[in-house]
């Protein structure tokens, strides 16, 4: 049975905190899909997904 991940999105407002989310879940498996962004209101984002073998 096929399992569908689907994406994770991190939010934070520091840089430094989405930079290390994006190290752990990397660490997991995970891969990045969407760079890291700023968006106006302040928020950095970031989409991952699980890697499926």
């Known amino acids: 049975?096929?399992?569908?991940?689907?994406?994770v999105v991190v939010r934070r407002?520091?840089?430094?905190?989405?930079?290390e989310a994006i190290k752990d879940l990397e660490k997991r498996g995970f891969v990045l899909?969407?760079?890291l962004t700023m968006f106006p209101n302040g928020r950095?984002?970031?989409k991952m997904q699980?890697?499926?073998v």
Request: glycine content about 0%; charged content about 40%.
């Open 1 to 7: 049975m096929d399992r569908e991940f689907r994406p």
């Open 13 to 19: 407002r520091n840089k430094v905190e989405v930079e």
């Open 33 to 35: 899909q969407h760079p």
């Open 44 to 46: 950095w984002f970031a």
């Open 50 to 52: 699980k890697i499926v």
